[in-house]
């Protein structure tokens, strides 16, 4: 906890003037200052809306700050550890409050954002266990893109996504890259994406100068909409341009309805990529989400559920696929002795060091879901009853793992865009980010062909107008995720009353 001395530089005597108070409000960091009386009593608090509510009721700068009206500060003593100081923050509405001595004599200023520093979208979690894989690693040597870590890292994934062949690479773009090569998908074909995404999923068709088809996401589950796809597949279809694959993203951990794509996909004998970049440990009818689709992908990037600082893996059931993809992340090296090369493929293997990561973050992942889950819970059961909010919905029998709960706000005004809000959480060291903007409102996707839900909204465009990604990480304290409810109500209750 980060206090401030309370000194001559955060203070000023009851009888100085606003001016004067302000010259002290621009130079404080906490953008507060306390007023002193003649026995050194605290008298009471200035902010910046205090003098610009004084000069708006006809008051002057050279009037002084005792006649601004009467506000009694908000204090607690000295030796208050944390949780009182944030319980006296909640419980009064305030971001900054005022430690004091015995004699209740001002001591220390203390803001909200200084508490724990801040708080971050979604940060790396280790276990108990990685520190000593990685320290086997490197002790044996094993420092290599090969090595008993990575085959470990492969055979404990597989397990859990019930696959019979898991290969990690470098990043989850990467894999997904693999993927397209390995189908073999001529180059003038088309494929199809999930409009709301991250850009790693379209890099890779584009860097294969495939056409992407952007799919837009059907409200409630914000993932792809069956309907559009199903649209666009029957129209495509009687042109004769069937897509050599269809991406499909499971959203913020989510499932897609990925039973439902399948059926489609399979009526068409079209391919399906899962992105499963961010649903590692989500299930489908109590089965693995990514274990559907013909080849899946996972990330491990920093910011995933788990991670492996960057990597990623490729999963499938097809024996024949799975070495094609081990081929083309080993640089196409042909099967014999000397060095050969028949193909151009890639440099994409994960290294044996940071699959020792992977190992032991693959041991907590059932924990790090459930905290996951109930970081979300804890959000609905707080913001559910601010009127115009509303969080990602599980497509029936499916268990997401909730990377990242993100919540949808109804246009109100403009100080309640997501972006306005957002800006305020940043100044309170909160770490608050929009949705993913939709691929085909992305400059480098201009001119490709956009399929929304229904002719007259698009949905992935509204989610990215409305939404807010909330901090979401496992390692988040209670009392962190406390800050974030309470400073979101605090806006919106303030812009509704
Ligand atoms: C949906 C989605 N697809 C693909 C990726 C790319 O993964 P990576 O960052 O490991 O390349 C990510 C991760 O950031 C993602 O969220």
Not at 165 to 187: D, E
């Amino acid at each position: 906890m980060i206090k401030q001395k309370i000194n001559t530089t955060n203070t000023c005597q009851e009888f100085d003037s606003l001016r004067a108070a302000l010259v002290k409000l621009e130079a404080s960091k906490v953008k507060l200052i306390v007023v002193i009386g003649e026995h050194g009593q605290i008298v009471r608090t200035v902010s910046d809306g205090d003098i610009r509510r004084a000069l708006i009721s006809g008051m002057s700068l050279d009037d002084s700050v005792s006649k601004l009206p009467t506000r009694n500060p908000v204090v607690c003593q000295e030796d208050s550890d944390e949780s009182e100081v944030v319980a006296a923050m909640n419980n009064n509405s305030v971001n900054t409050i005022i430690q004091v001595d015995s004699k209740d004599l001002p001591v220390f200023l203390i803001n909200k954002k200084d508490l724990e520093g801040s708080i971050l979208l979604s940060s790396p979690h280790l276990g108990e266990s990685e520190t000593n894989y990685v320290q086997d690693a490197i002790d044996s040597n094993w420092i290599a893109p090969i090595g008993p870590y990575l085959n470990r890292f492969e055979q404990d994934l597989s397990a859990i996504c019930d696959r019979s062949h898991a290969i990690a690479v470098a990043s989850g773009t990467a894999g997904l890259h693999l993927a397209i090569r390995a189908l073999m998908i001529k180059q003038d074909k088309r494929i199809y994406v999930s409009d709301l995404t991250f850009i790693g999923s379209v890099q890779p068709i584009l860097i294969e100068k495939h056409e992407p088809v952007f799919i837009d996401c059907e409200p409630g589950t914000w993932n792809m909409s069956t309907k559009a796809l199903e649209r666009q597949l029957k129209l495509d279809k009687d042109r004769n341009r069937l897509p050599g694959a269809i991406i499909v993203v499971h959203l913020y951990g989510q499932p897609a309805n990925i039973l439902e794509i399948c059926k489609i996909a399979n009526a068409y004998d079209v391919p399906i990529i899962e992105d499963a970049a961010e649903s590692l440990g989500a299930t489908v009818n109590g089965e693995a989400s990514g274990c559907h689709g013909l080849i899946s992908v996972y990330s491990f990037n920093g910011n995933k559920i788990i991670t492996t600082s960057s990597g990623g893996a490729v999963v499938t059931n097809c024996p024949k696929i799975a070495s094609k993809i081990r081929y083309l992340a080993t640089q196409g090296r042909d099967n014999c002795l000397h060095y050969q090369h028949s193909s151009i493929a890639y440099n994409y293997r994960m290294s044996n060091v940071l699959a020792a990561l992977g190992v032991g973050q693959l041991e907590v992942l059932k924990d790090r879901v459930k905290a996951r889950r109930n970081i979300f819970s804890r959000y609905v059961q707080s913001l559910t009853r601010v009127p115009g909010i509303s969080f990602q919905q599980e497509v029936p029998d499916t268990l997401g793992n909730r990377w990242i709960t993100a919540i949808e706000i109804e246009p109100r005004s403009e100080n309640l865009h997501p972006f306005a809000i957002m800006k305020i959480l940043k100044s309170e060291g909160i770490d608050a980010r929009p949705g993913w903007k939709p691929m085909h409102m992305q400059p480098i996707c201009y001119g490709y062909d956009y399929i929304p839900h229904d002719e007259q909204t698009s949905y992935s465009e509204r989610h990215f107008m409305r939404s807010i990604c909330l901090p979401s990480g496992s390692n988040m304290p209670s009392r962190s995720q406390d800050r974030v409810i309470s400073a979101i109500l605090q806006i919106l209750t303030k812009e509704t009353n």
